[in-house]
């Protein structure tokens, strides 16, 4: 099973490279099921190559001229301090056994997982659904005001706080919709944060988990060549195509944990 998590690391930077996105939704579960990590263990973990994955994906966008920073650093501002927050001290303060409904013990780590698969469904549906936004090429400054991102900033946080997963797909329809970025400006300006939110959010975590760093780093550097992999095979494969099916493929995934951890245990 572990070699197999390598793979699966891999295809999670290939996703990043071919679609900007979608891959680290696949994290957790590759983490829990292929490397038999603890749930809230791998959420941190999570943090961590989705973060490091994001920053270098978001570098590549940079040197293109495809990341506003000032977006970026605005949308971040709220967004960020709720990640490092919710992984310093929520989700230590989540007891281990929740509550007892009909004889069915809720742990934090089953809890985990079912929102995961929830975030998975709906996730799996914006790729499928793969609806293009229409929005002026010219972006529009007036619309990069604080107040306007901080709901939606904290959502994000708290999304990536709890369940590791960069947020990507909340974030691209509300940097075009809100901010008015054109599309690949917003995928660009999409990573820069995943990057900053995971990143710091990982650091939250330090002093709670023992980190395996050689493990951690391993996978992280796969997953990272699969994003240049992704980068070479996206001038040859049609992007709107393989998000749909790979959105098929979320979908799929998710229903499946969810059978998993309310159904078969």
Same mark, same amino acid.
């Given at each position: 099973?572990?070699?197999?998590?390598?793979? /699966?690391?891999?295809?999670?930077?290939?996703?990043?490279?071919?679609? $900007?996105?979608?891959?680290?939704?696949?994290?957790?579960? +590759?983490? &829990?099921?292929?490397?038999?990590?603890?749930?809230?263990?791998?959420?941190?973990?999570?943090?961590?190559? &989705?973060?490091?994955?994001?920053?270098?994906?978001?570098?590549? =966008?940079?040197?293109?001229?495809?990341? =506003?920073?000032?977006?970026?650093?605005?949308?971040?501002?709220?967004?960020?301090?709720? !990640?490092?927050?919710?992984?310093?001290?929520?989700?230590?303060?989540?007891?281990?056994?929740? /509550?007892?409904?009909?004889?069915?013990?809720?742990?934090?780590?089953?809890?985990? #997982?079912?929102?995961?698969?929830?975030?998975?469904?709906?996730?799996?549906?914006?790729?499928?659904? =793969?609806? @293009?936004? +229409?929005?002026?090429?010219?972006?529009?400054?007036?619309?990069?005001?604080?107040?306007?991102?901080?709901?939606?900033?904290?959502?994000?946080?708290? !999304?990536?706080?709890?369940?590791? *997963?960069?947020?990507?797909?909340?974030?691209?329809? *509300?940097? !075009?919709?809100?901010?008015?970025?054109?599309?690949?400006?917003?995928? $660009?300006?999409?990573?820069?944060?995943? /990057?900053?939110?995971?990143?710091?959010?990982?650091?939250?975590?330090? $002093?709670?988990?023992?980190?395996?760093?050689?493990?951690?780093?391993?996978?992280? !550097?796969? /997953?990272?060549?699969?994003?240049?992999?992704?980068?070479?095979? =996206? @001038?040859? &494969?049609?992007?709107? @195509?393989?998000?749909?099916?790979?959105?098929?493929?979320?979908?799929? #995934? $998710?229903?499946?944990?969810?059978?998993?951890?309310?159904?078969?245990?």
């Amino acid at each position: 099973m572990e070699i197999l998590g390598y793979i /699966a690391s891999l295809l999670i930077g290939i996703s990043l490279g071919l679609i $900007g996105g979608g891959g680290s939704i696949l994290t957790v579960p +590759v983490m &829990v099921y292929l490397f038999g990590l603890n749930p809230i263990l791998a959420t941190s973990y999570s943090l961590f190559v &989705v973060g490091s994955t994001s920053l270098v994906g978001a570098f590549n =966008n940079f040197r293109k001229g495809l990341v =506003n920073i000032k977006a970026a650093l605005l949308f971040g501002a709220s967004s960020i301090v709720t !990640v490092f927050l919710t992984r310093k001290y929520l989700v230590p303060a989540v007891p281990q056994k929740i /509550a007892t409904i009909g004889g069915v013990t809720i742990s934090e780590a089953l809890l985990t #997982m079912v929102l995961f698969a929830v975030l998975m469904l709906l996730a799996s549906i914006s790729m499928i659904r =793969n609806k @293009k936004a +229409v929005v002026e090429e010219k972006e529009c400054r007036d619309c990069l005001r604080f107040n306007k991102l901080m709901v939606y900033g904290i959502i994000i946080g708290l !999304v990536t706080g709890f369940l590791g *997963a960069g947020g990507g797909f909340l974030l691209i329809p *509300a940097l !075009v919709l809100l901010l008015k970025l054109p599309m690949k400006k917003a995928i $660009g300006t999409s990573l820069m944060i995943i /990057a900053l939110n995971s990143l710091i959010g990982f650091t939250g975590d330090l $002093g709670h988990f023992t980190i395996d760093w050689i493990f951690l780093l391993k996978t992280t !550097v796969i /997953a990272i060549s699969g994003i240049f992999i992704g980068g070479v095979l =996206n @001038k040859k &494969v049609p992007g709107d @195509k393989l998000k749909k099916g790979f959105g098929w493929f979320v979908l799929v #995934m $998710g229903i499946y944990i969810l059978v998993k951890e309310t159904l078969l245990k």
